[in-house]
């Protein structure tokens, strides 16, 4: 497996805590992402990172707000954890490879079950 | 944005039988269509991947289909067997600075 760690696995947090999830990685990749998991949603992408403090938005980035200051650990934060947030959250890594550039696969972690009470 | 699709969200095959799932994207610029595979109650992990120059590619008992023109991919599991059991997602990449962007998923149960 490649060298991608995600903590806490498990939160039990109250409405309108904030929370900080982290993934931590030890494949020097350039990108990594973070992604929530819900019955009939799929994976959806909240925020993404393709370099030292070079973040974008993903499809469901309102809410949470994330941070790289280094190229391992890629955090996502709840600002005001909400009950809808409740979720399994992913991260994810990849790398482009090649003169070209070209796109290699995205490696998951084990995900965090969050739930907000 | 880049949008996919993916149908059917459930699919229950005959063991040994084939299994297809398809995908739809929207932007013409994306040039890598991964597919994953994630079993009950652990991470999706790919299983075979294409990009944009290619039409098919298989691996053993899955192959994946691209029609650039008609922007849609497609796996195919031949022979399946009771391990396949599980949910598959497609997903999209455009660019190397760009985000992936992932269908709901096909839950797929093989029938003994």
């Known amino acids: 497996d490649a060298g991608i760690t995600q903590s806490p696995r498990h939160k039990v947090t109250e409405t309108g805590t904030p929370v900080t999830l982290r993934c931590h990685q030890t494949e020097n990749h350039r990108y990594m992402y973070w992604y929530r998991q819900d019955p009939g949603h799929g994976l959806r992408l909240i925020h993404y990172s393709y370099g030292v403090k070079d973040t974008d938005k993903g499809e469901v980035s309102d809410g949470y707000s994330v941070s790289r200051s280094k190229t391992e650990d890629f955090l996502l934060t709840l600002e005001s954890a909400t009950s809808s947030q409740t979720s399994v959250y992913f991260c994810a890594i990849s790398e482009a490879t090649g003169s070209n550039r070209l796109n290699t696969e995205a490696f998951f972690g084990q995900g965090t079950r969050l739930t907000v009470v | 944005g880049e949008n996919v699709e993916q149908h059917p969200s459930t699919l229950s095959v005959q063991e040994g039988d084939s299994a297809v799932i398809k995908c739809t994207y929207s932007?013409?610029?994306?040039?890598?269509f991964p597919w994953y595979k994630q079993e009950l109650g652990k991470r999706p992990q790919l299983i075979i991947d294409i990009r944009s120059n290619v039409g098919e590619k298989k691996d053993q008992r899955i192959a994946v289909t691209l029609n650039k023109t008609a922007k849609h991919f497609s796996l195919h599991i031949t022979e399946t067997q009771p391990e396949d059991s599980a949910v598959y997602f497609c997903a999209a990449k455009r660019g190397r600075d760009d985000k992936i962007i992932f269908g709901k998923g096909t839950r797929l149960h093989i029938l003994p």
């Open positions: 932007d013409s610029a994306s040039n890598y």
